[in-house]
């Protein structure tokens, strides 16, 4: 069934689409998504006034990995639907098993950039662990599991008490004793809804649509940027790391930038920085953003603004930082290891003797060793980067 258009700015829809990948058992897998579905659409509707709607997507052409799926393929896949059938939150349900980073496999993840979440059945039919079927039991850990993916996208924080629906639990069997959630967490995903369900469209003057997505929501932004942590997603660029570190010593010891030290003017070098740093971002954002995403009316999404401005500032952070990483060791070396006899004969105009000649020299190889780790960060695993920028957490 196809999701309406809001009938006002108050109403809010969430659906929840039905993905069957492999087809091996869709008649159980339909029957307890749907139980499950209905008992979550009337909690929300109860506490939350927002409408639920069924959705179903005839399952893509994935490959499993060691027996498993990629979160991030049925993410951009979220991400594409939650546009094209006009909701503002959008959880995934799939049969499959679904791979992970952090683990051997995960029940559920959310992606509160992209207003996405993605669940996995496989592992809540008791069957799956060599116990007597009960459907009743895996209705009820799929009711919890939608109620405590979708409170993620709210952003509400996990509980410590057992009996709460947000408890951080570490066993499936953990699910079905999570029964409530109290009025201060009510409460709290009613002020964070009219926040969180961005999705505002715009056909007509989309540059003029960007700047105010980015005013309006550079809180939303901010937060996505401070969770990726160019730290984190620096230690997922080894190749780029590698083909930078490659390059820094290669030129490092060589002649001609102790003449380009000694003679060109650091403002130059600063300007180049810059251009070298937002060129190095942008090819990266080529190769790990899910892209720009139009509706089939070309139609510009809040939230593809939003996942887009993120990344854009997530990479080029990280960008900055490993630059200021590499120029901090570069200036280290200049003035500890490397022998003044060569910083006075190897440039042919002046030495490069003085502290200023050093900085510049740290300053160039630099921006030129990020230049070229950008080339080849882009061999880097496309999953790994896009669950740093994507993914909040998984279950």
């Given at each position: 069934?196809?999701?309406?258009?809001?009938?006002?700015?108050?109403?809010?829809?969430?659906?929840?689409?039905?993905?069957?990948?492999?087809?091996?058992?869709?008649?159980?897998?339909?029957?307890?998504?749907?139980k499950?579905?209905?008992?979550?659409?009337?909690?929300?509707k109860?506490?939350?006034?927002?409408?639920?709607?069924?959705?179903?997507?005839?399952?893509?052409?994935?490959?499993?990995?060691a027996?498993?799926?990629?979160?991030?393929?049925?993410?951009?896949?979220?991400?594409?639907?939650k546009?094209?059938?006009d909701?503002?939150?959008?959880?995934?349900?799939?049969?499959?098993?679904?791979?992970?980073?952090?683990?051997?496999?995960?029940?559920?993840?959310?992606?509160?950039?992209?207003?996405v979440?993605?669940?996995?059945?496989?592992?809540?039919?008791?069957?799956?662990?060599?116990?007597?079927?009960?459907?009743?039991?895996?209705?009820?850990?799929?009711?919890?599991?939608?109620?405590?993916t979708?409170?993620?996208?709210?952003?509400?924080?996990?509980?410590?008490?057992?009996?709460?629906?947000?408890?951080?639990?570490?066993?499936?069997?953990?699910l079905?004793?999570?029964?409530?959630?109290?009025?201060?967490?009510?409460?709290?995903?009613?002020?964070?809804?009219?926040?969180?369900?961005?999705?505002?469209?715009?056909?007509?003057?989309?540059?003029?649509?960007?700047?105010?997505?980015?005013?309006?929501?550079?809180?939303s932004?901010?937060?996505?940027?401070?969770?990726?942590?160019?730290?984190?997603?620096?230690?997922?660029?080894?190749?780029?790391?590698?083909?930078?570190?490659?390059?820094?010593?290669?030129?490092?010891?060589?002649?001609?930038?102790?003449?380009?030290?000694?003679t060109?003017?650091?403002?130059?070098?600063?300007?180049?920085?810059?251009?070298?740093?937002?060129?190095?971002?942008?090819?990266?954002?080529?190769?790990?953003?899910?892209?720009?995403?139009?509706?089939?009316?070309?139609?510009?999404?809040?939230?593809?603004?939003?996942?887009?401005?993120?990344?854009?500032?997530?990479?080029?952070?990280?960008?900055?930082?490993?630059?200021?990483?590499?120029?901090?060791?570069?200036?280290?070396?200049?003035?500890?290891?490397?022998?003044?006899?060569?910083?006075?004969?190897?440039?042919?105009?002046?030495?490069?003797?003085?502290?200023?000649?050093?900085?510049?020299?740290?300053i160039?190889?630099?921006?030129?060793?990020?230049?070229?780790?950008?080339?080849?960060?882009?061999?880097?695993s496309n999953?790994?980067?896009?669950?740093?920028?994507?993914?909040?957490?998984?279950?």
């Amino acid at each position: 069934m196809e999701a309406m258009k809001p009938k006002s700015c108050q109403e809010y829809i969430v659906g929840v689409m039905t993905m069957d990948v492999e087809g091996k058992d869709s008649e159980r897998f339909l029957n307890c998504s749907t139980k499950a579905v209905g008992t979550f659409e009337h909690q929300l509707k109860a506490s939350l006034g927002v409408r639920v709607v069924a959705l179903s997507f005839e399952g893509p052409h994935l490959t499993p990995t060691a027996g498993a799926y990629a979160p991030l393929d049925f993410l951009h896949v979220g991400m594409t639907e939650k546009i094209e059938r006009d909701v503002h939150f959008l959880l995934i349900i799939t049969e499959v098993d679904l791979s992970t980073t952090s683990f051997g496999s995960t029940l559920a993840l959310s992606s509160q950039l992209t207003n996405v979440g993605i669940l996995s059945t496989k592992r809540l039919n008791p069957t799956f662990w060599g116990n007597l079927e009960d459907r009743a039991l895996t209705v009820r850990r799929l009711e919890t599991l939608l109620l405590q993916t979708f409170s993620r996208l709210l952003n509400l924080s996990y509980s410590k008490h057992p009996q709460n629906i947000m408890y951080d639990f570490t066993d499936v069997e953990d699910l079905a004793g999570m029964v409530n959630f109290t009025a201060r967490q009510r409460q709290q995903m009613r002020d964070a809804l009219p926040q969180e369900a961005h999705e505002r469209m715009s056909r007509r003057s989309q540059w003029r649509f960007v700047l105010v997505t980015l005013v309006r929501d550079w809180k939303s932004i901010l937060i996505a940027v401070i969770r990726a942590n160019p730290f984190r997603l620096l230690a997922r660029l080894p190749t780029m790391i590698t083909a930078a570190l490659s390059t820094i010593i290669f030129l490092f010891f060589t002649p001609d930038m102790w003449d380009v030290a000694s003679t060109v003017e650091l403002y130059q070098l600063i300007l180049f920085s810059i251009i070298a740093i937002a060129t190095a971002t942008a090819a990266l954002y080529r190769t790990f953003a899910f892209g720009d995403v139009l509706s089939r009316r070309r139609m510009l999404a809040e939230s593809t603004v939003v996942t887009s401005a993120a990344t854009i500032f997530s990479l080029l952070l990280t960008m900055a930082l490993l630059f200021a990483i590499f120029m901090s060791f570069l200036f280290v070396g200049t003035v500890t290891i490397f022998p003044r006899q060569l910083m006075e004969t190897w440039p042919t105009v002046d030495p490069a003797v003085r502290t200023i000649d050093h900085i510049k020299l740290s300053i160039f190889v630099a921006a030129l060793g990020v230049l070229a780790g950008s080339l080849g960060g882009r061999a880097d695993s496309n999953g790994l980067i896009r669950g740093v920028l994507f993914v909040d957490e998984e279950a």
